[in-house]
């Protein structure tokens, strides 16, 4: 008979198989443990993880907190150094915890930003007028420019070219002192030497005369001339016109010399701005800001050319009505134009003023005139001039006018138009293709 064949027992001790009652003697068949080998599982497997107890933490280290991840890598926290750091680096032992958190630290940091923010908007309105010097004589000079920049392509200096821009302004001032300084010297020695006669026809005159008998003006009036008061009050007033009068000829002035200073200054102040943009976007800054500086050019050469149409057409209106000192009078309106919203009218008050002392008439036609010339200024020759030299549509350019002089007087409405001519370019040149690309 052929001989069993033998069974393979694993390596290892030998286990006996379990017993169900029956004893081993009686067990005659061999029974093969059914159960993977242990010596399949390797030795240097991990043992799995024992439960926490609550008593494990008490004879554990002190915890080192994680580091914090920067940009020069990681780095533990202030308020935990490590503990394993020597004592005899810290002398003065182990720094406590931050007080970043700490709300009187807040507090006391939130206070302090309210003062700065306070003290600044303080500063800044304490030399308001100085800054609106600045702004204007910036202004001045970036729309004085082009015309520069125009004798520069005649292969003249800059200096030269600046030198003759700016006698050129100030012909242009000269020019209306001598036009309006005679009038008014002549008109003010005649009201003097005409003075009694008026109040001799004050005198004569049966109204005043009835007004005198019944509420004694003229007494009151030659009494109140006699006292000190008049004179006091005479006294102030003229102090107080000659020191508007003197404030007005120094701010001239310094406006001025600070236009001439920005004028030749121009371009190096440009590359120091430019300088502050970061490299890599320093080309198209410096393109976008070029165009701006152009804007703000053709935005002063449209308002000089607007100017002139309305001294121009002044000098014809009051010449044909045979309004005195024609020519002075259309040299205030232009000049008077410059100033945004409210100039038009002060040229146009006087000149009527005017046409009354010739007669109620002509003072009459010249408000209606400069009435409806003002209307067809406003929604006509400004808008399609300032379109074809700022490119700035017309509705935008009403709206800014009248928003700066809203937020800013005559400095806003003198920067409102430059400003929308701005905001347009970089919505077009910078936000549009980023929204298109998105």
Known sequence: MPEPTSVDRPSGPATSPPTTGASSADSGALTVDSSPPRSAVSADAPSPPRPATPGDDLDAGPSVPEPLLTSAGPVLPLSAPSASEPTSKLPFGRPGRSMSGNPFVFGFTAALGVLTAWWLVQAVMSASSVLILIIVSLFLAIGLNPAVEALQKRRLPRLVAITIVFLGVI????????????????????????????????????TIRDLDQRFQLLTKLQQYVTSGDFGTQMFGGVLGIGSVVIGAVFNSLTVLVLTLYFLGSLNSLKKLAYRLVPRSRRTRASLLGDQIIDSIGGYVAGNLIISLIAGVTTF??????????????????????????????????????VGFF???????????????????????????????????????????????????????????????????????EVVFPRQERA
């Open 171 to 206: 012909l242009v001032f000269v020019a209306f002192g001598l036009a309006v300084v005679p009038p008014l010297t002549t008109q003010s020695t005649e009201f003097v030497d005409k003075l009694p006669q008026y109040v001799q026809e004050l005198q004569n005159n049966p």
């Open 316 to 353: 014809f209106f009051l010449t044909f009505m045979k309004v005195p000192y024609a020519l002075a009078l259309a040299l205030l309106v232009a000049l008077t134009d410059l100033i945004p919203l409210v100039g038009a009218f002060i040229g146009a008050g006087v000149a009527s003023l």
């Open 358 to 428: 010739v007669s109620p008439t002509v003072g009459i036609v010249c408000l209606i005139f400069f009435t409806i010339y003002q209307q067809i200024e406003n929604y006509w020759i400004a808008p399609s001039v300032m379109k074809s030299s700022v490119d700035v549509p017309p509705l935008a350019t009403i709206v800014g006018a009248l928003l700066g002089g809203a937020l800013l007087g005559v400095l806003g409405a003198l920067l409102g138009i430059p400003l929308v001519a701005a905001i347009l370019l970089i919505l077009r």
